[in-house]
């Protein structure tokens, strides 16, 4: 798997399938994003490719919160990669960066430097300053713009959503049997937590 960093590195993809987010845990319902990801890439001849950021946004917007990071980049990469994606573009996140609007980021990166052919969603996705960007408004853009867009339901586990925040809130209260469930792997607190906050 290539691991890009940022836009301005020639990523020569063709024809990239793309899914955008942090995936932080890489969790069940990412595994179902990023394996419709990869099946739908192989069918159409184009390759996979997972857009995310680094720090995750929460750690610029919201400095002094209690947010943390389930893994360490590395270890989300090493994930994703066994799920067999072609490449990673890694963006750097910043204050600048958390200005930019949706529809300039789809223009101006998706579709201008990236040329991504194909857009696939998990639930409840948003893009763009202040989240501006639902999938609504994601869907219309990209269909003027001749991008396909896919979007996929919510993954429910027990009648638990599964998305990173309650994956966050379960390691709080140290309920690691659930935390291993909803991630689909061991967590190992004592190394995965510890390099995530380096």
Not at 36 to 62: E, I, K, N
Not at 69 to 76: A, E, T
Request: with cysteine.
């Amino acid at each position: 798997m290539r691991v890009i960093r940022g836009f301005d590195e020639d990523a020569g993809l063709n024809a990239p399938v793309a899914a955008i987010g942090s995936f932080d845990g890489v969790h069940l319902g990412h595994c179902r994003v990023l394996r419709y990801l990869c099946d739908f890439a192989h069918q159409t001849g184009g390759d996979s490719v997972v857009v995310t950021f680094d720090p995750h946004p929460q750690q610029v917007l919201r400095p002094n919160s209690d947010f943390f990071n389930i893994n360490s980049l590395d270890k989300n990469i090493e994930l994703i990669e066994k799920q067999g994606v072609d490449a990673v573009l890694i963006v750097p996140f910043t204050q600048a960066f958390s200005q930019l609007s949706y529809s300039d980021f789809i223009d101006q990166y998706m579709i201008g430097k990236l040329r991504v052919s194909t857009l696939v969603m998990g639930p409840n996705h948003a893009l763009g300053h202040n989240r501006a960007g639902g999938r609504e408004a994601i869907e219309n853009l990209c269909n003027e713009r001749g991008v396909h867009v896919v979007e996929l339901p919510e993954m429910v586990c027990h009648d638990v959503a599964v998305h990173s925040a309650m994956i966050r809130k379960l390691i709080t209260e140290g309920r690691w049997d659930d935390v291993d469930e909803l991630l689909g792997y061991h967590y190992d607190v004592e190394t995965q937590f510890i390099a995530s906050q380096r």
